[in-house]
């Protein structure tokens, strides 16, 4: 069985008291390859979100990053990372990305990797998410028209997670909508031994 690898929590310096970035490290993996292609995508990542919510400008007020682990287990490594900042106005801003990794190779996984070839499994996901949103009256901003190719998605244990960034598809107050759905549910999908594949086995 794969063991958890090690996290190191570090901080980017900044002036303000107010911004403050915290992000993961992996560390003591035994392929150092794979630690440094997994950190390297983690730290381009946070940049990226760092410059979408103002990291760099002179008029950011206040900026909270931190992460939130979903999955060490079993070679597959999946992860969050969150950027808070306020820059003025009514409410601040919140961003959520998610990052998928082989703990052996330092794969990232892209939503496609997890199911086979020619499953359409955007459309399976679809509709699970649809009843969802009608089950649970989720309040939208215009009718649901499916997933995108490259929807942010998360695994946590045994389920695949689908969520969608504020305002993508409801309202601000909404929040994160966040659709777990079990992997058993997508058992005829799923791509042999991918990532889902290598969590269903200890179901």
Known sequence: MDLPVSIAT??????????????????????PNAQSTINHAIITTLNKILVEQSFYEKDLVELLANYELKNNQRGILSLNLIVYSFTGGAHGMTI??????????GKQYELKDLFKKG??????????????????????????????????????????????????????????????IPILDLADIIKPDGPLDRMMAFT
């Not at 959520?96 to 190779?105: C, E, G, M």
């Not at 009718?143 to 995108?148: E, L, S, W, Y």
């Open 96 to 105: 959520v990305k998610s990052l998928t990794f082989d703990t052996k190779t």
């Open 10 to 31: 570090k901080r980017l310096p900044h002036t303000s008291k107010d911004v403050k970035v915290y992000y993961p490290v992996v560390t003591q993996l035994p392929n």
């Open 119 to 180: 499953s359409n499994y955007e459309k399976k996901l679809s509709d699970i998410i649809n009843q969802r949103i009608k089950d649970w009256n989720i309040e939208l901003l215009e009718p649901f028209k499916g997933i995108r190719s490259d929807q942010d998605f998360y695994i946590a244990d045994t389920s695949l997670v689908i969520y969608f960034q504020l305002y993508e598809i409801t309202p601000y107050y909404w929040g994160f909508p966040y659709f777990p």
